[in-house]
């Protein structure tokens, strides 16, 4: 009766292991393959060109009627945590980032008694808008927390029409 050699007993045991190792290789594999998918995704998505906004809707104003080009108005309060969430999930996306280039962009932080609050009807929400340069023409509103398409529909919408 022989007894079995180490060297049998050693791969017996090592072609169990195997087929685990390789199990564990081929799932980290996946793993670091779908995590680099989505980083790549986010990088892709939020990259753009950087919003250039004003704080002066006057100076704002002018320009745009000096390019011939719409003007997309943020009105919001200081600290207001829906538009910092907007900021965030919307307006920090490519998509938004490259819509936004083709606008002049003003951005105005409302104190209680600001003027601007009666001129476009603002009521405690974030308010966006597209004017018309220099005839103070509203082509679009939009309010409160907003997601990608609804972003997207009301950016496209007023910019593609043509007319007075």
């Known amino acids: 009766m022989s007894e079995p050699q180490p060297s049998e007993s050693a791969s017996e045991g090592g ?3 195997q087929p685990k190792r390789g199990s564990t290789r081929i799932a980290l594999g996946l793993f670091v393959l779908l995590a680099g998918s989505f980083v790549v995704t986010q990088i892709v998505s939020r990259t753009g060109p950087p919003i250039q906004w004003r704080y002066d809707l006057a100076e704002a104003e002018r320009a745009a009627g000096e390019q011939g ?7 919001h309060e200081p600290g207001c945590k829906v538009t910092e969430a907007n900021e965030r999930d919307v307006l ?3 998509m ?3 819509r936004l280039a083709q606008m002049i962009c003003c951005r105005v932080a409302l104190r209680a008694a600001d003027p601007l609050r009666g001129r476009f009807g603002f009521r405690d929400q974030p308010l966006m808008l597209i004017l018309r340069p220099g005839r103070d023409k ?3 509103r939009l309010e409160g927390k907003v997601d990608d398409l609804q972003f997207a529909t009301y950016v496209d ?3 593609s ?3 007075p």
């Open 161 to 163: 029409k043509k007319g």
């Open 96 to 98: 938004a980032k490259e």
């Open 15 to 17: 072609s169990a292991a």
């Open 138 to 140: 509203e082509l679009a």
């Open 92 to 94: 920090s996306t490519r």
């Open 157 to 159: 919408c007023p910019t």
């Open 69 to 75: 080009r719409c003007i997309f108005l943020l009105l």
